[in-house]
């Protein structure tokens, strides 16, 4: 199938500072993108939908400011926190699809797991 | 609004015996239902979903799940299991939007 990636694996940084996560299709283009965050034993929960070239629409709750999105090519969609603080602390896993057609599968990237000291 | 309620958080179960983890789903418009399975500190890997057509849907490592419309279920079934198969697992609805709203997820831990 195909191969969504994410970039870094994992990360730590301290209270304050910003931190992006990269999400890339690595052989397909994906016209749009999600972002999803789970929190330790809980499911995953829809941050933000990306389409390549246009703004991110965010679910209730996300704040747009705090939660960057840029999906500025077909295979790479950035997400970054910024000042980021303790309660950011989650699993960011990405999704991206090649087509907003119900028989196109959607993709998961690995997850970044960040942890904000 | 659509919800997914997985009923079982944890389902323990012997090595080669069959196990079904239930999904019932809420929604006002069709759907097309998914279940995924997630291994430690992995991504999501599909492993079988319904769009339309027969009810009875099989995936990939021996799973299966059939759709219920009248109960609103999608319940996952394997009638024999491997150790390997312990993961969490994840069933997910999309109602048209293409994100997926998705259950709070089962644990199987399959035991020797």
């Known amino acids: 199938g195909a191969v969504v990636s994410q970039h870094p694996s994992w990360v730590i940084c301290k209270s304050g500072t910003s931190v992006k996560i990269e999400c890339r299709s690595l052989?397909?283009?994906?016209?749009?993108m999600f972002w999803y965050r789970q929190f330790p034993k809980q499911s995953l929960m829809l941050m933000a939908t990306?389409?390549?070239?246009?703004?991110?629409?965010?679910e209730q709750g996300v704040e747009k400011d705090k939660f960057l999105i840029n999906h500025a090519s077909l295979t790479l969609s950035t997400l970054t926190v910024t000042s980021a603080h303790p309660e950011d602390s989650s699993f960011y896993i990405c999704?991206?699809?090649?087509?907003?057609?119900?028989?196109?599968?959607?993709?998961f990237g690995p997850g970044t797991r960040l942890t904000v000291l | 609004a659509q919800s997914v309620t997985q009923l079982d958080s944890q389902v323990p179960v012997f090595e080669e015996a069959p196990v079904e983890l239930r999904c019932n789903y809420s929604?006002?418009?069709?759907?097309?239902l998914f279940w995924y399975v997630q291994y430690p500190n992995q991504g999501l890997q599909l492993l079988l979903k319904?769009?339309?057509?027969?009810?009875l849907v099989k995936g990939i490592n021996g799973f299966e799940a059939e759709f219920n419309k009248s109960q609103t279920s999608f319940h996952l079934r394997k009638p024999s299991v491997h150790i390997s198969d312990t993961a969490e697992y994840f069933c997910?609805?999309?109602?048209?939007?293409?994100?997926?709203?998705f259950g709070s997820g089962t644990r199987l831990q399959v035991q020797p």
């Open positions: 990306s389409n390549e070239g246009s703004k991110a629409t965010y």
């Open positions: 929604s006002s418009v069709s759907v097309y």
């Open positions: 052989d397909f283009q994906a016209t749009t």
């Open positions: 997910a609805v999309d109602t048209g939007r293409r994100a997926l709203t």
């Open positions: 319904y769009l339309s057509g027969s009810t």
């Open positions: 999704s991206a699809r090649a087509s907003l057609a119900a028989t196109d599968t959607q993709y």
